[in-house]
């Protein structure tokens, strides 16, 4: 049941753009979006409920695609700072409550000057 | 700033030895996990609680491995005895309103 995220990695060039990717074989009730930097902890990015919604954050956006059970993470304009592992983790079921994530594999992304 | 803190940040030991690691989530989040992670297999769930109550430990060997709350501002991992697949980094996150926000990890390397 764990998420499949693409692609694994990603190189990019300062202020082009990127999407990452993560689906489920089980229903979904959220998807998470985390951020890690070598060495460091994961940060809190944002949180997708069920009703395909939409959420931006500065220059990073998502979607929540409830019937096909997938969610994409949009980087526009990437920035060196967004370097890092992305890691997708989602809460499987109809009900949501639960708070238990199961987290993909992450995709690696390199910005370069 | 509220943060997750966790000690030891580091700990080598020998096979055979019990670890314990501690975590103190954020004031006021009453949901605290525990997260493995490895380059293996990635970031897994080992444990978690609500108000200082178990709900999951299935991702924890029940052999070696415990978790607990005395207290809601403190948290245990505890691996007895300690072998060297359990090297790891291990993560402690506190969440409320679900946005979980994670401690600096302890990693652990058991020779």
């Known amino acids: 049941q764990q998420p499949v995220q693409s692609p694994q990695a990603v190189i990019l060039r300062e202020g082009e753009d990127a999407v990452i990717n993560c689906s489920s074989s089980?229903?979904?009730?959220?998807v998470h979006w985390y951020r890690q930097k070598h060495g460091e902890a994961p940060i809190f990015l944002m949180i997708?409920?069920?009703?395909?919604e939409q959420k931006g954050h500065d220059k990073i956006s998502a979607s929540f695609n409830e019937k096909k059970q997938q969610s994409s993470l949009y980087l526009t304009a990437s920035q060196l700072s967004y370097s890092g592992t992305y890691f997708c983790?989602?809460?499987?079921?109809?009900?949501?409550?639960?708070?238990?994530?199961?987290f993909g594999k992450g995709t690696k992304l390199t910005v370069n000057p | 700033d509220a943060r997750v803190t966790q000690t030891p940040r580091h700990k080598v030991t020998e096979m055979g030895q019990e670890v314990t690691m501690r975590c103190q989530p954020i004031?006021?989040?009453?949901?605290v996990f525990w997260y493995r992670q490895t380059m293996m297999q990635g970031l897994e769930l080992l444990a978690y609680?609500?108000?200082?109550?178990?709900?999951?430990d299935s991702g924890m060997p029940k052999d070696r491995f415990s978790a607990e709350m005395p207290d809601a501002t403190l948290a245990t991992l505890k691996i007895q005895p300690s072998e060297p697949r359990d090297s790891a980094v291990y993560f402690c996150?506190?969440?409320?309103?679900?946005?979980?926000?994670f401690g600096p990890g302890t990693r652990l390397l058991v020779l």
């Open positions: 089980k229903a979904l009730y959220s």
């Open positions: 004031l006021g989040h009453n949901t």
């Open positions: 983790g989602t809460e499987i079921g109809l009900q949501g409550g639960s708070e238990k994530l199961v």
């Open positions: 997708l409920l069920k009703g395909g």
């Open positions: 996150a506190s969440a409320v309103r679900a946005a979980q926000y």
């Open positions: 609680f609500r108000n200082r109550a178990p709900l999951d």
